[in-house]
Each structure stands twice: as structure tokens, then as C-alpha cells.
């Protein structure tokens, strides 16, 4: 024989040495077109990134995991393999809904192509959710598979076990210790991509996320091939994804679809690092050793990592992508900020103030709207007008599952209605102010407030219960419980600690729990008849001792600063009153902040008044009515606050020039 049949056959064998029939791998990656294509149209799918890539870049790393890797023609055959066990042995079928609860691992990766290889649909489930959470999301989605990393079998009631089969993955290094890694060797004659029953339509359903919604319960959102496919090449663009790229993968693959970076990445041939758990230390020794070119995740995660022991300054560029402002799973990462370039025209202090906006629409989405919620109507592109931040386009949701009630609620005029409160500035750009729904963001996921009540509630010494937010230095947001207890009930803040987390995910359980007599239900104050209010302690509540005021230490804020104002060290404030010729505006805010030093000069008064003078000789009074205070405890004082917009115009007539980006960015 001569050298290169030899060496041809020797590919042959090595690519595929358990098929009698030794396809080959161009063979294998085959899609004959179907008689009834037309030529100029393709469904776009993301399979088909894995398919090109495994042909391409067929000997390059694909993957990394500990000890492990894989090439791209291993990983190709690895995803037709669970496919293929998929079909034969679990009957996966079109439409059939499949749940993976996985860490950052492969066979999540490998799970998000094998899936909709045999037609079904994949539903991402949270980690860190509790078994009753895990419950309601196989229910709701009726899931019938669930591909399960061993570590969590703890959450897996019987209950669960009564809705779904159950594949094990236990992530070991020593494949025979592992069922799922069994399982793979044990398919002998996987099928060839041709013979998979993949969808020709691209508009038909990819996954099902399910995310915290202001209802209480979380809801389905259905994202389309279309969408996935398109929002994986904007990544590509946006995030400079190419060949060379490394990635670390610290955003967990459940969250927002892994933000399409499964699909982006393979689409380039880029190497891609597992990372099954947060870890800090370990994160920093991956960067090095691998040379991480690309890594996304939190600003929590930017903190930690900045100011962990371990870091250094790299040899070598590392892009990261943050969601800084509560990622919505309905539309994901759907707005940018400034170039960098752009902003290098610009002063310090005028790049700081555009540094606060959100942007522009990414490169494959319509432009954002920010339309009036009554009107319906484009705002006036002043930096002033409010209205809700609306999206359409390919990245948009197809809309909620099995719930077609909050699907028509959400697409109002045939837009999405993203409940993100923003103006739009002259330029072009949006600037979110606040949410509309009863959402809190913290670390990057979201909580629904009402969820978190309805959980309280169920106690049965609890009358009432509202959650709001509280700033947290590291979390940005942490939710707070107020409680108020049937007559002669009582009741301890760890009885409520311990009920939450056998029945919510850790990061969902309150951080604080204040017992109160009872809640307001006004329209100023905590609860309305629709919690339609109920949004955060940075607008309608404060906590702190009585002492607070005397013992705080002001400090001058630092230009560039980006922290929200409520992260910021000031002053706890009540009315705000402002005298302009003889004319009174009132506003209720949190905190001031200001760029100049302040100083306090009269104690707390006996009418809860407070007067700060600032340097420049500009004196406001600070007025903390009686009636404002819901309560004192221990104390402790809790207040109410509601912001009026009107006073803007007149603060910013009185204030220096340069305070105006942190009344109006921040206290609205």
C-alpha cells in the first residue's frame, strides 16, 4: 500500500475508529439540501456553526475542562452521540422540551447542540433554585427528560422524579466513574447530522428560559433559531470573537442562553475554558495559564476579581463584556455603550456622563424606543422625558410560554415593553432610570419581590409582607422583607431565614427582615393594591439609627465615579424643600450626593429637621416630617420616600453645573 492511502486510511481510523462503515468526517457533517429548498434560502440554525467548525477547524481545541479537552471533530461526535441516545433511548421527538441542570461543563455545552439536534427543545434551569422551583419549571414547561449533574441529585424530590426521566452526568475526570460519559461510548452507530431530524423552520422554538417575573412566578420565555443564530454572530462582532479567542466560562450557561456565546464560539473555532464554579483564585490561574482572551460575567464578578489577592497585571489584553444593569431574559444583552474611541473626544467629566447611559441597539437588533406607556409615543429625545424602554426585532422573545394573557400584555402595540424606565438623550442614546415592575437585580439576577412575598406570607403568624431592595455594596441590590405578624403572633427574623431557603434560591431569600405594624397603603408610600410602587428602598424606604445622621461621614465624591448614588456615602434625607421665589417644590429622595464636601452643622432637631450647608454658600433644608417615618424599631427608623420629578428643573437651576449627572442619572 502506498504512504498515502496509508495515511489516509489512518485519518479514516482515527476519526471515526468505532463505525464499521469508517465515514469520514466531511462525509458525517453533511446536510443534503431537501427537494422542496428553495436555492437562495437557508433556516438559519445554530447547529450549523458546530457542523462548519468541525469540518474547519476539525484538530483545534474546542474545548477545555480540567484535565480534559477536545477537539472539534471530537466535540462534533460527542454531540451526535447524546443526540442519537436522545432519540433511540429517551425518544426525544420534535417539540419534546429536554431540561439541563448543569454547571459550566461539557455536557451542558454539548446538551444546548444535541437537544435541538433531535427536534426538542431545551429549557435551561437555574442552578441554584431550590427542589420546589425546580418543580414548578418541569411542571410548567412540561419537561419529560433532564439531563442532571450528579452534584445536584440532593434537589431531586420524588415529585421530580414523577415528571421526568433523568439523565446523570457526574463530572468526573475518570470517564468510567461517570454515567454520562458511559453512556457516549456505549453509542456505537451514532447518526450522521444528515440523519437527524433537524427543523427546517427558524422561527420555531429554541429554548425556554425561565427568569423571575413581576407576577410572582417565573415565566417561560421562548427564544427562536432565528434569534439565537443572529444573536450569536452579534456577539461575535460586538465581543471581537475570532479563532484566536479563548474563553473563560464565569456566566453561568443557564443565564440568558450563556448570552449565545455557545453558539458564537464554536461559530469562530474558538477555544472555550470550563469553569464549573466561581472561584476567584482559580479564575486568576486559569487567565494565566491559558491565556484568556475573553471572559463576561457581573460587575460583582469585575469587583471580586480586581480586588482578590491574586490579581496582577496580565501580559496580554483580556475583553469583558458586563451586563451592568439587570439583564432581562426576554432580550439579553440588547444594548451598548460608548465606543471607546468616540469617547476619547470628550472630557472627563463629560465621558463619565455618557459612561452612565446605556447606548445604542447592538448591530443585529432595531433601534430601542422609549415610548410613553399611555401614548404610546416616542419620548422627546431631551435627557428628560421618561418613558419605557421598547424593543422589536430578531432578538426579541416569540413571547411567553403557555401563557398568552402576560405574552399579549407584553407586546402592547407591537412592541416589547421591557418595564426599564429611560429617557433618550439628544444623541441618540438611552439612559434607564428605574424598572416598572417589581423586579430586583442582584449579582446580576433577578428577583421578583412578589415571588419572595408569597413565600413570607405562607407562614402562618404573617399578616402582610413587602420585599423591597436594599443598595449593597457587592450584590448592587439585596432584597429586604418588611413583616407585619397576625395579633398575638410573634416571630424571629431566623424562622423566616430558614423557611425562605428551603423554599427559595439562597440568592433570593431576604437580607434583612423588619418587623412592622403595619404597611402603608397609600399611593406615596410601600404597597398598592397592584404593587404597582413597590419597586425599591432607594425610593420609597430608608433605614437607620437615630443616630445616623450625627455619626455618618460625608466625603466628596469623586469625579468618574460610577456607583449608584444609593451605594454612595451621604446624607439620609427627607423633603427636600427649595425656595425660588417664595414658590415651594417638594421631592422625597434617598441620598445626596454631592461633588463638593458638605458638612453638617445642627444636630438632628427635635422635628426630625436637618440643614446642611454647602461650600459655595448655596444653603437647602432638609425637612424629615412625622408623618414620613413608618416606623421605629429598636431604633431603627424606617421612612418612606417618593421621588417628584418636577423638582429637577429647579435643582439643577440652583446646583453647580457639574451635579447635575448625579441628580440626573441617580436620583430620578
Given at each position: 500500500?502506498?504512504i498515502?492511502?496509508?495515511r489516509?486510511?489512518?485519518?479514516?481510523?482515527?476519526i471515526?475508529?468505532?463505525?464499521?462503515?469508517?465515514?469520514?468526517?466531511?462525509?458525517?457533517?453533511?446536510l443534503?439540501?431537501?427537494h422542496?429548498?428553495v436555492?437562495y434560502?437557508?433556516?438559519l440554525d445554530?447547529l450549523?456553526?458546530l457542523?462548519?467548525s468541525s469540518?474547519?477547524?476539525?484538530e483545534k481545541?474546542a474545548?477545555?475542562?480540567?484535565?480534559?479537552?477536545?477537539?472539534?471533530?471530537?466535540?462534533?461526535?460527542?454531540?451526535?452521540r447524546?443526540a442519537?441516545v436522545?432519540?433511540?433511548a429517551?425518544?426525544?421527538?420534535?417539540?419534546?422540551?429536554?431540561?439541563?441542570l448543569?454547571?459550566n461543563?461539557?455536557?451542558?455545552?454539548?446538551s444546548?447542540?444535541?437537544?435541538?439536534?433531535?427536534?426538542?427543545i431545551?429549557?435551561?434551569?437555574?442552578?441554584?433554585?431550590?427542589?420546589?422551583e425546580?418543580e414548578?419549571?418541569?411542571?410548567?414547561?412540561?419537561?419529560?427528560?433532564?439531563?442532571l449533574?450528579?452534584?445536584f441529585e440532593?434537589?431531586?424530590?420524588?415529585?421530580i422524579?414523577?415528571?421526568?426521566?433523568?439523565?446523570?452526568?457526574?463530572?468526573?475526570?475518570n470517564?468510567?466513574?461517570?454515567?454520562?460519559?458511559?453512556?457516549?461510548?456505549?453509542?456505537?452507530k451514532p447518526?450522521?447530522w444528515?440523519?437527524m431530524p433537524l427543523?427546517n423552520?427558524?422561527?420555531a422554538?429554541f429554548?425556554?428560559?425561565?427568569?423571575?417575573?413581576s407576577?410572582?412566578?417565573?415565566?417561560?420565555?421562548?427564544?427562536?433559531?432565528?434569534g439565537?443564530?443572529?444573536?450569536?454572530?452579534?456577539?461575535?462582532?460586538?465581543?471581537?470573537?475570532?479563532t484566536?479567542?479563548?474563553?473563560?466560562?464565569?456566566?453561568?450557561?443557564?443565564?440568558?442562553?450563556?448570552?449565545?456565546f455557545p453558539w458564537a464560539?464554536v461559530?469562530?473555532g474558538?477555544?472555550?475554558?470550563?469553569l464549573n464554579?466561581i472561584?476567584y483564585s482559580?479564575?486568576?490561574?486559569l487567565?494565566i495559564?491559558?491565556?484568556?482572551?475573553h471572559y463576561?460575567?457581573?460587575?460583582?464578578?469585575?469587583?471580586?476579581l480586581?480586588?482578590?489577592?491574586k490579581?496582577?497585571?496580565?501580559?496580554?489584553?483580556?475583553?469583558?463584556?458586563?451586563?451592568?444593569y439587570?439583564l432581562?431574559e426576554?432580550?439579553?444583552?440588547?444594548?451598548l455603550?460608548?465606543?471607546v474611541?468616540?469617547?476619547s473626544e470628550?472630557?472627563?467629566e463629560?465621558?463619565?456622563?455618557?459612561?452612565?447611559?446605556?447606548g445604542y441597539n447592538?448591530?443585529?437588533?432595531?433601534?430601542?424606543?422609549?415610548?410613553?406607556k399611555?401614548?404610546?409615543?416616542?419620548v422627546?429625545?431631551?435627557?428628560?422625558?421618561?418613558?419605557?424602554?421598547?424593543?422589536?426585532?430578531n432578538l426579541v422573545?416569540l413571547?411567553?410560554?403557555?401563557?398568552?394573557?402576560e405574552?399579549e400584555k407584553?407586546?402592547?402595540g407591537g412592541?416589547?415593553?421591557s418595564?426599564?424606565?429611560?429617557?433618550?438623550?439628544?444623541?441618540?442614546?438611552i439612559?434607564?432610570?428605574?424598572?416598572s415592575?417589581?423586579?430586583?437585580?442582584?449579582?446580576?439576577?433577578n428577583?421578583?419581590s412578589?415571588?419572595?412575598e408569597?413565600?413570607?406570607?405562607?407562614l402562618?403568624e404573617v399578616?402582610?409582607?413587602?420585599i423591597?431592595?436594599?443598595?449593597?455594596?457587592?450584590?448592587?441590590?439585596?432584597?429586604?422583607?418588611?413583616?407585619v405578624?397576625?395579633?398575638?403572633k410573634?416571630?424571629?427574623?431566623?424562622?423566616?431565614f430558614?423557611h425562605?431557603?428551603?423554599?427559595?434560591?439562597?440568592?433570593?431569600?431576604?437580607?434583612?427582615v423588619i418587623?412592622?405594624?403595619?404597611?402603608p397603603k397609600?399611593?406615596?408610600?410601600?404597597i398598592?393594591e397592584?404593587?404597582?410602587?413597590?419597586k425599591?428602598i432607594?425610593?420609597?424606604t430608608?433605614i437607620?439609627?437615630?443616630g445616623?445622621f450625627?455619626q455618618?461621614?460625608?466625603?466628596?465624591?469623586?469625579?468618574g465615579?460610577?456607583r449608584?448614588l444609593?451605594?454612595?456615602i451621604?446624607?439620609?434625607v427627607?423633603?427636600?424643600?427649595?425656595?425660588?421665589?417664595d414658590?415651594?417644590?417638594?421631592?422625597?429622595?434617598?441620598?445626596?450626593?454631592?461633588?463638593?464636601?458638605?458638612?453638617?452643622?445642627?444636630?438632628?432637631?427635635?422635628?426630625?429637621?436637618?440643614?446642611l450647608?454647602?461650600e459655595?454658600?448655596?444653603?437647602?433644608?432638609f425637612?424629615l416630617?412625622v408623618?414620613?417615618i413608618?416606623?421605629?424599631?429598636d431604633?431603627?427608623?424606617v421612612v418612606?420616600?417618593?421621588?417628584?420629578?418636577?423638582?429637577?428643573e429647579?435643582?439643577?437651576?440652583?446646583?453647580p453645573?457639574?451635579?447635575?449627572?448625579?441628580f440626573?442619572?441617580l436620583?430620578?
Amino acid at each position: 500500500m502506498s504512504i498515502p492511502n496509508k495515511r489516509l486510511q489512518g485519518i479514516k481510523a482515527h476519526i471515526s475508529p468505532d463505525e464499521d462503515s469508517q465515514i469520514s468526517n466531511v462525509e458525517s457533517l453533511r446536510l443534503r439540501r431537501k427537494h422542496d429548498q428553495v436555492p437562495y434560502h437557508s433556516p438559519l440554525d445554530p447547529l450549523r456553526f458546530l457542523l462548519r467548525s468541525s469540518m474547519v477547524f476539525a484538530e483545534k481545541t474546542a474545548v477545555i475542562h480540567r484535565q480534559r479537552s477536545y477537539t472539534y471533530r471530537e466535540l462534533s461526535d460527542r454531540v451526535r452521540r447524546l443526540a442519537t441516545v436522545l432519540i433511540k433511548a429517551y425518544h426525544v421527538k420534535k417539540g419534546d422540551r429536554v431540561a439541563i441542570l448543569c454547571q459550566n461543563i461539557p455536557s451542558n455545552l454539548e446538551s444546548m447542540y444535541a437537544i435541538p439536534a433531535t427536534g426538542g427543545i431545551m429549557v435551561p434551569v437555574n442552578t441554584r433554585l431550590v427542589a420546589e422551583e425546580i418543580e414548578y419549571i418541569l411542571r410548567h414547561s412540561g419537561a419529560t427528560l433532564l439531563i442532571l449533574q450528579q452534584e445536584f441529585e440532593s434537589k431531586m424530590t420524588n415529585a421530580i422524579k414523577s415528571l421526568v426521566k433523568i439523565i446523570y452526568v457526574a463530572d468526573s475526570d475518570n470517564p468510567n466513574q461517570d454515567p454520562y460519559e458511559m453512556m457516549l461510548a456505549n453509542c456505537k452507530k451514532p447518526k450522521l447530522w444528515d440523519e437527524m431530524p433537524l427543523l427546517n423552520d427558524e422561527n420555531a422554538v429554541f429554548s425556554i428560559n425561565y427568569t423571575s417575573g413581576s407576577t410572582g412566578r417565573p415565566k417561560g420565555v421562548m427564544a427562536s433559531y432565528r434569534g439565537v443564530y443572529l444573536n450569536a454572530l452579534g456577539m461575535i462582532i460586538q465581543g471581537a470573537l475570532s479563532t484566536n479567542t479563548v474563553y473563560l466560562w464565569t456566566v453561568p450557561m443557564f443565564h440568558c442562553n450563556g448570552w449565545s456565546f455557545p453558539w458564537a464560539l464554536v461559530a469562530v473555532g474558538s477555544t472555550q475554558v470550563m469553569l464549573n464554579k466561581i472561584d476567584y483564585s482559580l479564575i486568576w490561574d486559569l487567565l494565566i495559564k491559558h491565556n484568556i482572551t475573553h471572559y463576561n460575567g457581573a460587575p460583582t464578578v469585575q469587583n471580586e476579581l480586581c480586588n482578590h489577592k491574586k490579581a496582577v497585571r496580565l501580559n496580554h489584553p483580556v475583553r469583558v463584556l458586563s451586563g451592568v444593569y439587570g439583564l432581562t431574559e426576554t432580550y439579553g444583552p440588547a444594548v451598548l455603550g460608548y465606543d471607546v474611541a468616540i469617547l476619547s473626544e470628550y472630557n472627563e467629566e463629560e465621558q463619565q456622563k455618557r459612561l452612565a447611559r446605556q447606548g445604542y441597539n447592538t448591530i443585529i437588533s432595531d433601534e430601542l424606543r422609549v415610548l410613553n406607556k399611555d401614548s404610546g409615543l416616542d419620548v422627546t429625545a431631551n435627557g428628560k422625558e421618561i418613558g419605557e424602554v421598547c424593543f422589536t426585532g430578531n432578538l426579541v422573545m416569540l413571547g411567553y410560554y403557555n401563557d398568552p394573557e402576560e405574552t399579549e400584555k407584553a407586546f402592547k402595540g407591537g412592541v416589547f415593553w421591557s418595564g426599564d424606565l429611560a429617557v433618550r438623550h439628544p444623541d441618540g442614546t438611552i439612559e434607564i432610570l428605574d424598572r416598572s415592575k417589581d423586579i430586583i437585580v442582584s449579582g446580576g439576577e433577578n428577583i421578583s419581590s412578589i415571588e419572595v412575598e408569597n413565600v413570607v406570607v405562607q407562614l402562618e403568624e404573617v399578616m402582610e409582607c413587602a420585599i423591597v431592595s436594599e443598595p449593597d455594596d457587592k450584590w448592587g441590590e439585596r432584597p429586604v422583607a418588611f413583616v407585619v405578624l397576625k395579633a398575638g403572633k410573634t416571630l424571629t427574623a431566623d424562622i423566616i431565614f430558614d423557611h425562605c431557603r428551603k423554599l427559595l434560591a439562597g440568592y433570593k431569600c431576604p437580607e434583612k427582615v423588619i418587623f412592622i405594624k403595619e404597611l402603608p397603603k397609600t399611593s406615596t408610600v410601600l404597597i398598592q393594591e397592584q404593587h404597582s410602587h413597590l419597586k425599591s428602598i432607594k425610593h420609597h424606604t430608608e433605614i437607620g439609627t437615630l443616630g445616623w445622621f450625627k455619626q455618618q461621614k460625608v466625603r466628596k465624591r469623586k469625579l468618574g465615579q460610577k456607583r449608584p448614588l444609593h451605594q454612595q456615602i451621604g446624607m439620609v434625607v427627607g423633603t427636600l424643600v427649595l425656595d425660588t421665589e417664595d414658590e415651594l417644590t417638594e421631592a422625597l429622595l434617598e441620598r445626596l450626593v454631592l461633588d463638593t464636601e458638605v458638612k453638617v452643622v445642627e444636630e438632628l432637631l427635635a422635628g426630625l429637621e436637618l440643614e446642611l450647608v454647602v461650600e459655595g454658600g448655596i444653603e437647602v433644608e432638609f425637612v424629615l416630617e412625622v408623618g414620613d417615618i413608618l416606623e421605629v424599631v429598636d431604633e431603627v427608623v424606617v421612612v418612606c420616600f417618593e421621588p417628584l420629578l418636577r423638582v429637577r428643573e429647579v435643582f439643577l437651576s440652583l446646583w453647580p453645573a457639574r451635579s447635575s449627572q448625579s441628580f440626573q442619572s441617580l436620583c430620578l
